[in-house]
């Protein structure tokens, strides 16, 4: 797979995800970078991966990585929370440098956490993600490496994401668990100003999570911060951003059946897509 022809030439931009929220993060780049070609890899047979082991991540995100890879793509980006916190820093100190130094993996993490230094006044900061991210303390670690004295609590909230995929994000019922978890995280910390939504379904929840946040108190959602992160590597890195082919379009690929794969992926999309399964 070392191959400098293979290397060098122009290929779409990988999104990974473990299940379907990373279409949240892929429909912010797209609107933010819509020249580009992207290429979106849901590992939807074995999700979730919030419930398993760092070894087990690791072991499926390298796997999806490098199928991302022998398709062309020179720049992956992780848009899945679990997949950034357990996987990344491994991918990108030991698998990279085997298998291709000069392609990139990036995360969702860090492009986050760089946006809410200027956010917070209270240097206090409120974290509500699936039990696999908090268990993984990438948030507070991130943020902490930045910014020494913002003071981070977090909040799992292990239902929202069930809630999300089986289609309730909208209805009254909904309501009891994010009250509830939203009340958890404040109660935690009274003098939180800043939320930061840790998982990439959440967005489809913000009505409801606002509803029930303080007025003053910031909700940030990743896709925007992530979509401009993005961006602004390509521009300053412009030796991979020549090799990011540029037609505008979009193919979505999965572990899943197809069937399988159409009705949960339109909870997160609009319109028609193209896609297909594959195999690892």
Known sequence: MKSENLSKKAGSIGVFDSGYGGLTILG???QAMPEYDFLYFGDNARTPYGTRSFQVVYEYTLQCVTKLFEMGCQ?????????????LRTIQQVDLPRIDSSRRVLGIIRPTVESIGEMTKTRHIGLLATPGTVKSLSYPLEINKLFPD????????????????????????????????????????????????GCTHYPLLLDKIVRYVPEGVKVISQGEYVAASLADYLRRHPDMDERCSKGGECRYLTTESVET?????????????DVQTVSL
């Open 75 to 87: 720049l992956v980006i992780l848009a899945c929370n679990t997949a950034s916190a357990k996987a």
């Open 261 to 273: 794969f159409l009705p949960n992926a339109s909870v997160f999309l609009d319109g028609p897509i």
């Open 28 to 30: 912010h780049i797209r």
């Open 150 to 197: 913002i003071k981070v609590t977090a909040e799992s909230c292990p239902i929202w994401v069930p809630l999300v995929e089986s289609g309730e994000s909208q209805s009254d019922g909904t309501d009891f668990f994010v009250r509830r978890h939203v009340e958890n995280l404040l109660s935690k910390d009274s003098m939180i100003d800043t939320i930061i939504l």
